[in-house]
């Protein structure tokens, strides 16, 4: 099993959709968790740190799940703008990346 | 404004020879990593530097060698031992130590002709 595992989509949604995507980790040693979004052939952006009681930011909100070792992407009304390929990383040692989840948003 | 540099943005491989990627900092960052990503995957980790005069294989070193002679340069070259050199190359940096926010630069794509 992979140490990380993440929907590989794509997603496609309409404009003011709201997703979800989700990434589950076999360490169960993980305790703190990144997400960073990528636009196409770009550096991946950390999007934002998601902590045991989860994570806030605007339209954003990540939970943690410890008991099933999965963590949660939730992103309301959605921009064309979120089009992108969400990553999760563990915040631990050599910080294995996810596949990504690719996110289209349409008008 | 500080950041992370990498050159060139396009590089060209012909057969059996090696190239070297450029990537310089200037965050005062004690860690650097390269990463590869293909289409479609993740970054998979090549090789880490945690400090100067230090580094360590990742998870895909094979094929692939680095040097960290001054803290804001970490340098990649793809030798010709690595057979399908063909990707995108991520450079980044952090802090300290691994498990914190990683500082990537706009990346390298490298093709073989």
């Known amino acids: 099993r992979k140490e990380v595992e993440q929907d590989p989509g794509p997603f496609n949604v309409p404009e003011g959709a709201t997703v979800a995507f989700n990434c589950t980790y076999s360490?169960?040693?993980?305790?703190?968790f990144f997400w960073y979004r990528q636009d196409c052939r770009k550096e991946p952006k950390l999007l934002m740190s998601?902590?045991?009681s989860g994570n806030e930011d605007g339209r954003f909100t990540a939970q943690l799940n410890r008991a099933s070792q999965y963590i949660s992407l939730l992103i309301r009304d959605s921009k064309l703008s979120d089009s992108a390929t969400y990553l999760c990383?563990?915040?631990?040692?050599?910080?294995?990346f996810g596949q990504g989840t690719e996110l289209s948003v349409k008008p | 404004d500080g950041g992370i540099t990498q050159s060139p943005k396009y590089l060209f491989r012909k057969e059996g020879q090696n190239v070297t990627l450029s990537c310089e900092q200037n965050?005062?960052?004690?860690?650097m990593y390269w990463y590869r990503q293909d289409p479609g995957q993740g970054l998979r980790l090549i090789y880490y530097?945690?400090?100067?005069?230090?580094?360590q294989k990742g998870d895909i070193a094979e094929g692939y060698s680095v040097s960290r002679e001054k803290k804001e340069s970490f340098p990649l070259t793809v030798t010709s031992a690595q057979k399908n050199p063909t990707a995108f190359y991520l450079c980044?940096?952090?802090?300290?130590?691994?498990?914190?926010?990683?500082?990537f630069g706009s990346g390298t794509q490298l093709s073989v002709l």
């Open positions: 360490n169960s040693a993980s305790q703190s």
């Open positions: 965050l005062n960052h004690d860690a």
């Open positions: 990383v563990p915040r631990r040692g050599k910080l294995i």
């Open positions: 530097s945690q400090i100067v005069n230090d580094f």
């Open positions: 980044a940096s952090s802090v300290r130590d691994m498990g914190e926010q990683l500082f």
């Open positions: 998601v902590y045991s």
